[in-house]
């Protein structure tokens, strides 16, 4: 079956999955390497009434951000996304993937850092996002953890192992809990389309 994107807005595709150990620890100390003090900067969240828009709103997001391009990130990790989005669209959408290609970024929160609950995609907002990855790049933090919060149950929490990767389709709702201790830093990545 052919792609359409308005599948991602299915409500009832409310899928996710965790992949134990998707990177192993050289990969992460090459992706962190690439987090360089010129590059970082404050989170921004978009404007839904202009998506060109992006402005710092600590209401929302306290966290740093580290933009990548795919083509800077280990051949081995880069190649193993491709690899897993395309047999996770096929799965989650039932559907042969399209073309896409990975935007992807370093968050870091600090102390007191969060992101309130969020979506990635929406059909009102379309920005092409068609799968969303989380993946755990330290463990030695308190506090920070990733919640869905799916309209049809109670909020859920998932803990993310050091390397584990979280995929999810981009129109669920989550965010991420107030660290209390360390820093939390995670690869985001999303399968994007247009």
Same mark, same amino acid.
């Given at each position: 079956?052919?792609?359409?994107?308005?599948?991602?807005?299915?409500?009832?595709?409310?899928?996710?999955?965790?992949?134990?150990?998707?990177?192993?620890?050289?990969?992460?100390?090459?992706?962190?390497?690439?987090?360089?003090?010129?590059?970082?900067?404050?989170?921004?969240?978009?404007?839904?009434?202009?998506?060109?828009?992006?402005?710092?709103?600590?209401?929302?997001?306290?966290?740093?951000?580290?933009?990548?391009?795919?083509?800077?990130?280990?051949?081995?990790?880069?190649?193993?996304?491709?690899?897993?989005?395309?047999?996770?669209?096929?799965?989650?959408?039932?559907?042969?993937?399209?073309?896409?290609?990975?935007?992807?970024?370093?968050?870091?929160?600090?102390?007191?850092?969060?992101?309130?609950?969020?979506?990635?995609?929406?059909?009102?907002?379309?920005?092409?996002?068609?799968?969303?990855?989380?993946?755990?790049?330290?463990?030695?933090?308190?506090?920070?953890?990733?919640?869905?919060?799916?309209?049809?149950?109670?909020?859920?929490?998932?803990? &993310?192992?050091?390397?584990?990767? &979280?995929?999810?389709?981009?129109?669920?709702?989550?965010?991420?809990?107030?660290?209390?201790?360390?820093?939390?830093?995670?690869?985001?990545?999303?399968?994007?389309?247009?």
């Amino acid at each position: 079956m052919r792609f359409d994107q308005n599948i991602v807005f299915n409500s009832n595709i409310r899928k996710r999955t965790m992949l134990d150990q998707f990177v192993t620890e050289d990969q992460i100390n090459q992706i962190l390497l690439l987090e360089t003090q010129d590059r970082i900067e404050p989170t921004p969240v978009r404007s839904y009434m202009d998506r060109q828009h992006r402005y710092v709103d600590q209401d929302i997001v306290i966290s740093n951000t580290c933009l990548l391009e795919e083509n800077e990130l280990p051949n081995s990790v880069i190649t193993k996304l491709y690899n897993t989005f395309e047999m996770t669209i096929e799965d989650f959408y039932n559907v042969d993937p399209p073309e896409f290609f990975i935007e992807c970024k370093i968050l870091t929160y600090h102390p007191g850092g969060f992101f309130k609950s969020h979506v990635d995609n929406s059909d009102t907002h379309n920005n092409g996002r068609i799968l969303s990855t989380s993946i755990s790049l330290n463990d030695n933090f308190i506090g920070g953890d990733f919640k869905f919060e799916p309209m049809t149950e109670n909020e859920t929490k998932v803990p &993310l192992d050091l390397g584990s990767c &979280l995929l999810f389709n981009p129109c669920i709702r989550h965010g991420v809990d107030r660290v209390t201790k360390g820093q939390r830093k995670t690869f985001i990545a999303w399968a994007r389309i247009g």
